[in-house]
T-cell receptor, first 113, second 115 residues
């Protein structure tokens, strides 16, 4: 069964600090891995998309890494801001023509001033 | 460019009723996907439509159905509502130039409460 596990479940950091969120998956065959940011009460917003051949992708202060061999990904947030407080969701889509996505449960990040 | 719009934004129904939710994709986008988000299960994929055809379907019962019109607008229908159908229903659209790396743009969702 395809699964995506995220850790930690929740995280509290101080404004200006860096943090790293983890995502492990068992989806096979693999097509792509996406990170989304979801603010409370709103739809998710795409941060990064990575395919099998990519191991790093950046979007401003957000940097995602992918290790397809170990089936792990991380999302690093640099110099956190109060507006980074949100849920961060890892999504892995199956390959082989299906493209059906499997979602992680998300990491809830709170940035304190 | 206007974003993805979903109507209604909030809905209250009772068990056994049916409901229809609407999604208007970003202009020019031909792919529309639907998702259910609950506190217990998180986000789950319902189905995807492209050019009026259902291209993918998640693991949901047949009470959940959808369709897409020639202008790419999409509707999803849930019949015989159950308490467990209470959720945020999200719609996302993409241009489908390359499904592997295409960015999906989500709407604000429709929050459904079943009493």
């Amino acid at each position: 069964k395809n699964q995506v596990e995220q850790s930690p479940q929740s995280l509290i950091i101080l404004e200006g600090k860096n943090c790293t969120l983890q995502c492990n998956y068992t989806v096979s065959p693999f097509s792509n891995l996406r990170w989304y940011k979801q603010d409370t009460g709103r739809g998710p917003v795409s941060l990064t998309i990575m395919t099998f051949s990519e191991n790093t992708k950046s979007n401003g202060r957000y940097t995602a890494t992918l290790d397809a061999d170990t089936k792990q990904s991380s999302l690093h947030i640099t110099a956190s801001q109060l507006s980074d407080s949100a849920s961060y969701i890892c999504v892995v889509s199956a390959g082989g023509g299906s493209y059906i996505p499997t979602f992680g449960r998300g990491t809830s990040l709170i940035v304190h001033p | 460019k206007a974003g993805v719009t979903q109507t209604p934004r909030y809905l209250i129904k009772t068990r056994g009723q049916q409901v229809t939710l609407s999604c208007s994709p970003i202009s020019g986008h031909r792919s529309v996907s639907w998702y259910q988000q609950t506190p217990g299960q998180g986000l789950q994929f319902l189905f995807e439509y492209f050019s009026e055809t259902q291209r993918n379907k998640g693991n949901f019962p047949g009470r959940f159905s959808g369709r897409q019109f020639s202008n790419s607008r999409s509707e999803m229908n849930v019949s015989t509502l159950e308490l467990g159908d209470s959720a945020l229903y999200l719609c996302a659209s993409s241009g489908n130039v390359d499904r592997v790396v295409e960015t999906q743009y989500f709407g604000p969702g429709t929050r459904l409460l079943v009493l």
